[in-house]
């Protein structure tokens, strides 16, 4: 999480953004694909995909400053978090955790918008059938 605190010192510390990147960073706990990429890596992404839901603007040289990685580098982890967003709930206990009041309904918001992205640009097609298979 301190990476993540440290992209929302560029990000003005807003609070929705960071409670989505938040729990866009916890999906990488529960999800095996993650274990390739570093957590600044996955901090990174988080804080891209969470601003990118909530309409915060452009990645700019700050953002990438702050962070460390520009938009073609956290593309890789934006596409894993999309993936496991759009797919049926595999983990129930962080999906309700993050559906409460006391974390902004960020678990909801997230997978409405991912399923919504997806069907805008990919037609609601999986990012990559072949990780399935591995």
């Not at 960073?25 to 990429?37: A, G, P, T």
């Not at 894993?80 to 129930?92: K, N, R, S, T």
Request: with cysteine; aromatic share 12%; proline share 2%.
């Amino acid at each position: 999480m301190n990476f993540l605190r440290r992209i929302s010192k560029a990000d003005q510390y807003d609070i929705q953004t960071r409670t989505v990147g938040k729990y866009l960073m916890e999906i990488s706990l529960v999800d095996h694909r993650f274990l390739e990429y570093r957590q600044s890596h996955i901090a990174a992404a988080a804080m891209y995909l969470a601003r990118m839901m909530m309409e915060r603007g452009e990645w700019d040289t700050t953002l990438t400053q702050f962070a460390g990685y520009n938009e073609e580098e956290i593309a890789p982890v934006f596409d894993l978090m999309i993936d496991y967003l759009q797919a049926p709930v595999a983990h129930e206990a962080l999906f309700k955790k993050y559906a409460s009041k006391k974390f902004l309904k960020a678990s909801i918001m997230s997978r409405k918008w991912a399923k919504d992205y997806c069907s805008s640009i990919r037609g609601g097609a999986p990012l990559d059938d072949s990780k399935d298979s591995q």
